[in-house]
T-cell receptor, first 115, second 113 residues
């Protein structure tokens, strides 16, 4: 597609429910990033993939958060047993190569609300 | 710790006014610097970047930023704002030792028509 696509755009989950957020990067982009943006804050890094390899997951806030990119294209961010503090916009970005952030394109995000 | 500070949470200007948004980052060696913009209902877009060379960089839509190494600053400027510049602006830093961009908390810019 023309840009990074994320789905769903909005997700309401009951506390304790598991959720899965999908990111379709720009075709051919090697690098993929997930960020979490709480209300009134800047995006916070969660994790980074280069192709199918997860090279950095230092930003994942707890072991309830899990990300995968099994074929080096589509990525899924899974949150188990959601808590209210997980409510945020989850952003995905992709780029051609890791250090070339000039080519890092962001999706519109998934707004997760945990009730 | 590596961090980015944006001094203004919300800035309100009239059309044609000049704009300067402050950004400071903590020391951490070699850095790459960015300004992103997020228009209402849209995704983050890159406004401009500094990697090396001329510390005064020009971006899209008439924006520019100056990297002042001695002050650890990368302030965003525009000589004359337009109503369409209403958006959230994020300063961001990538340290050479890291694999990620660190974002500031953002500045909301409102332009009175």
């Amino acid at each position: 597609g023309a840009g990074v696509s994320q789905s769903p755009r909005y997700k309401v989950a009951k506390r304790g429910q598991d959720v899965a957020l999908r990111c379709d990067p720009i075709s051919g982009h090697v690098s993929l990033f997930w960020y979490q943006q709480a209300l009134g804050q800047g995006p916070e890094f969660l994790t980074y993939f280069q192709n199918e390899a997860q090279l950095d997951k230092s930003g994942l806030p707890s072991d309830r958060f899990f990300a995968e990119r099994p074929e080096g294209s589509v990525s899924t961010l899974k949150i188990q047993r959601t808590q209210q503090e997980d409510s945020a916009v989850y952003l995905c970005a992709s780029s051609l190569i890791r250090t070339d952030y000039t080519e890092a394109f962001f999706g519109q995000g998934t707004r997760l609300t945990v009730v | 710790a590596q961090s980015v500070s944006q001094h203004n949470h919300h800035v309100i200007l009239s059309e044609a006014a000049s704009l300067e948004l402050g950004c400071n980052y903590s020391y951490g060696g070699t850095v790459n610097l960015f300004w992103y913009v997020q228009y209402p209902g849209q995704h983050l877009q890159l406004l401009l970047k500094y990697f090396s060379g001329d510390p005064l960089v020009k971006g899209i839509k008439g924006f520019e930023a100056e990297f002042i190494k001695s002050k650890f600053s990368f302030n965003l400027r525009k000589p004359s704002v337009q109503w369409s510049d209403t958006a959230e602006y994020f300063c961001a830093v990538m340290y050479s030792s890291a694999s990620k961009i660190i974002f500031g908390s953002g500045t909301r810019l409102s332009i009175r028509p």
